[in-house]
């Protein structure tokens, strides 16, 4: 537990980049949170340092991503059919299965201390959902959560044509997270045909855009998430 509670969170829109490039920053900034909360424990508590918590936003070129508990063979590419599609392929140290990462799609990367909120994995995945949940009905789009299930669905009550707008996928260590959620804003869908989305096969994605039936503003949606994000965490954002 923190001596020191910091609900402080710096945010940074990393714009267009590299899958790679983004995951070695957030793993830099995620090590180094560690370090300080390691450093802490040895300090008597007028001597420490309060943790710092950041929240990047960042766009991907296409990208497909495979976590822990993911099968590769989810991901219907060849290494002829990725380079064909111009997109990437990693396996990285989140939990879930596979997902994809493209132009028109928010990711969202929160690097916090949760012992500065609550140390609460389930909650904490349930607070990022609502965010997206809060966002979709500020543009007229019921959404929820299915059982079982992480993200963020339509047509979640009565199921009958399911589909995914936002994956989640989350990393945590010694209560700081990193990872975290895909929300498909103007998302070109036909990159979703090559891979078994997050391992389930009979249930379909979609992207606001397709919902809305126009573009989406981008800009408007990443202030909408961000909004409710400093909301629900009581965070200050700066």
Same mark, same amino acid.
């Given at each position: 537990? %923190?001596?020191?509670?910091?609900?402080?969170?710096?945010? !940074?829109? /990393?714009?267009?980049?590299?899958?790679?490039?983004?995951? &070695? #920053?957030?793993?830099?900034?995620?090590?180094?949170?560690?370090?300080?909360?390691?450093?802490?424990?040895?300090?008597?508590?007028?001597?420490?340092?309060?943790?710092?918590?950041?929240?990047?936003?960042?766009?991907?070129?296409?990208?497909?991503?495979?976590?822990?508990?993911?099968?590769?063979?989810?991901?219907?590419?060849?290494?002829?059919?990725?380079?064909?599609?111009?997109?990437?392929?990693?396996?990285?140290?989140?939990?879930?299965?596979?997902?994809?990462?493209?132009?028109?799609?928010?990711?969202?990367?929160?690097?916090?201390?949760?012992? %500065?909120?609550?140390?609460?994995?389930?909650?904490?995945? !349930?607070? /990022?959902?609502?965010?997206?949940?809060?966002?979709?009905? &500020? #543009?007229?789009?019921?959404?929820?959560?299915?059982?079982?299930?992480?993200?963020?669905?339509?047509?979640?009550?009565?199921?009958?044509?399911?589909?995914?707008?936002?994956?989640?996928?989350?990393?945590?260590?010694?209560?700081?997270?990193?990872?975290?959620?895909?929300?498909?804003?103007?998302?070109?869908?036909?990159?979703?045909?090559?891979?078994?989305?997050?391992?389930?096969?009979?249930?379909?994605?979609?992207?606001?855009?397709?919902?809305?039936?126009?573009?989406?503003?981008?800009?408007?949606?990443?202030?909408?998430?961000?909004?409710?994000?400093?909301?629900?965490?009581?965070?200050?954002?700066?």
């Amino acid at each position: 537990m %923190n001596e020191i509670i910091n609900k402080t969170v710096k945010f !940074r829109d /990393l714009g267009r980049m590299d899958y790679q490039e983004a995951w &070695d #920053y957030q793993e830099a900034v995620f090590a180094e949170t560690v370090a300080l909360k390691i450093k802490n424990r040895n300090l008597p508590s007028e001597e420490q340092v309060a943790t710092p918590n950041s929240l990047f936003f960042v766009e991907h070129p296409h990208v497909y991503t495979l976590g822990k508990s993911g099968k590769p063979e989810n991901l219907l590419l060849d290494e002829s059919g990725l380079k064909n599609h111009h997109a990437s392929y990693y396996k990285i140290n989140r939990g879930g299965d596979i997902t994809y990462h493209g132009p028109g799609q928010l990711v969202g990367y929160p690097i916090l201390d949760l012992d %500065n909120f609550f140390t609460d994995i389930h909650k904490y995945l !349930r607070l /990022l959902e609502e965010a997206i949940i809060l966002t979709l009905a &500020d #543009y007229g789009v019921e959404a929820g959560r299915i059982d079982g299930l992480t993200g963020v669905w339509l047509d979640h009550v009565k199921q009958e044509n399911p589909r995914k707008i936002c994956a989640m996928g989350v990393k945590s260590s010694r209560w700081v997270t990193m990872h975290g959620f895909a929300f498909n804003l103007n998302v070109d869908l036909s990159y979703f045909g090559h891979i078994i989305p997050c391992g389930i096969d009979d249930k379909a994605v979609t992207s606001l855009h397709l919902e809305l039936g126009k573009p989406v503003d981008e800009s408007e949606a990443k202030e909408r998430v961000k909004g409710h994000l400093k909301d629900l965490f009581e965070m200050e954002m700066i």
